[in-house]
């Protein structure tokens, strides 16, 4: 089975992203505030935690990026990251506004996650995955 050039370099880049992300929000948080002039929250632990789940998320699109048609069952996962951040974030943005340093990761994210379900919905599914249970 072919898959499509562009879906291993589309979760490259997305572990790419999500993994310089996560090392930038779990090394040096406040600086980053600090640099976008915004106030961060109480604690920095929020932070590193978020960064920590955006590095696990990482290693799993790169386990994506390897083999797209094996790992097929991985990406839902990935759109739901997607869809969590651009509705939280994207939400908040719509109604009521947020800090500039947020906005062009809620574009990115969705454009991202409409990436995503494309992939998936062209994948096609992979004999490990559908082959019946003893």
């Not at 069952?73 to 990251?81: A, D, F, H």
């Not at 809620?106 to 559908?130: C, E, K, N, Q, R």
Request: some cysteine.
């Amino acid at each position: 089975m072919k898959t499509a050039k562009w879906i291993p370099f589309l979760f490259a880049a997305a572990s790419l992203y999500d993994g310089v992300l996560g090392v930038m929000f779990l090394a040096a948080p406040l600086y980053l505030f600090e640099l976008s002039k915004v106030t961060p929250p109480n604690h920095v632990g929020y932070l590193q935690f978020s960064a920590a789940l955006l590095l696990v998320f990482s290693l799993m699109f790169i386990q994506i990026a390897r083999n797209p048609i094996t790992n097929r069952q991985l990406i839902p996962y990935g759109i739901l990251l997607k869809v969590a951040y651009c509705g939280v974030a994207g939400g908040h943005w719509l109604a009521a506004g947020i800090p500039g340093m947020w906005k062009p990761f809620v574009v990115i994210d969705l454009a991202m996650g409409i990436l995503f379900a494309w992939a998936y919905l062209i994948l096609p599914h992979s004999a490990a995955t559908t082959a019946p249970r003893p």
